[in-house]
């Protein structure tokens, strides 16, 4: 398992995708934090794919509800898109996963 965390960001026409990989851990908090404030700066909505997250701890999550947090007051919103299933684990034992918009399918 790799300690790397892989951010790429894709602009699409109705919102942008920050497609994440990797572990989302205390190491990878300032590069994932980046990248979600910067794809909130827009109008459009925000994607988080988290499918290829192998791990992730509460400072992960901490990023995740941080971004909530901008949209609900005025960022771009975001929404999660199939989280792994070591986020949906923790996503549910912190009881955090009705606070999190889950998006069913990406824009075009």
Not at 39 to 57: I, K, N, W
Not at 79 to 96: D, F, M, Q
């Amino acid at each position: 398992m790799s300690n790397e965390v892989q951010v790429a960001v894709d602009e699409r026409e109705n919102g942008i995708l920050v497609r994440v990989s990797g572990v989302l851990d205390a190491n990878a908090l300032p590069l994932v934090s980046r990248e979600l404030t910067d794809a909130q700066r827009g109008a459009d909505p925000v994607f988080v794919d988290l499918e290829g997250v192998t791990f992730m701890d509460s400072r992960g999550l901490g990023a995740l509800l941080a971004a909530n947090e901008r949209a609900r007051e005025g960022a771009a919103p975001i929404n999660i898109y199939r989280p792994s299933e070591a986020v949906r684990r923790l996503l549910e034992v912190s009881g955090v996963a009705p606070v999190l918009p889950e998006a069913e399918e990406l824009p075009a």
